[in-house]
């Protein structure tokens, strides 16, 4: 459905009888290969120069923690992460500057990877000290926009049956 019928024709009746976009060979938007230096948008160029300023500002990092209790399956958990970054380009793509200019690149994606720790058998002590060190590693560390995923992911299990995902999107 072409952009300009969706906006005059919107209600579901007259959106149904229209051609796919399929069906009447407009272009489709295609993901561009791993690989590929594309150029920033406009936004994208301006949080580059934001990042060039104060590369350590942690402003747009968004950081999430979700408690998980009862049986988990962690193999599935970490394997369905993986599925949805190579699935989608946005959380593999990083910035890399050639002359001065900066532009986006898709990483491979067979290059990531969920991490996992148990701390159940570990003391009190030693449980809060180890999940603060991952809230610092994965949540708390800024980007590198050259040189690593602009996302991150872990896996916690503090006792039986409580895990804590982490995860951050720059």
């Known amino acids: 459905i072409s952009f300009k019928d969706f906006f005059t024709r919107c209600t579901p009746k007259a959106l ?13 938007i295609r993901t561009a290969p791993a690989g590929v230096d594309i150029p920033l948008s406009f936004e994208q160029e301006r949080l ?7 590369p350590d500002d942690l402003a747009y990092s968004i950081p999430i923690i979700y408690r998980l209790e009862g049986a988990l399956d962690v193999a599935l ?15 593999r793509t990083n910035v890399f500057v050639r002359d001065g200019v900066p532009y986006q690149r898709i990483l491979p994606t067979s290059d990531f990877s969920v991490g996992f720790t148990d701390l159940q058998d570990l003391p009190a002590a030693a449980v809060e000290r180890d999940f603060s060190q991952l809230l610092s590693d ?12 602009l996302f991150r992911a872990h896996l916690v299990l503090e006792n039986d049956g409580v895990y804590k995902l982490l995860l951050n999107f720059h």
């Open 77 to 91: 958990v970490l394997q369905s992460i993986t599925y949805l970054v190579d699935r989608h380009a946005a959380l």
């Open 16 to 28: 149904s009888i229209l051609p796919t976009t399929m069906e009447t060979g407009e272009a489709v």
């Open 138 to 149: 994965v949540l708390f560390r800024p980007f590198e926009l050259e040189s690593a995923y």
């Open 48 to 54: 580059w120069f934001l990042y060039q300023l104060s």
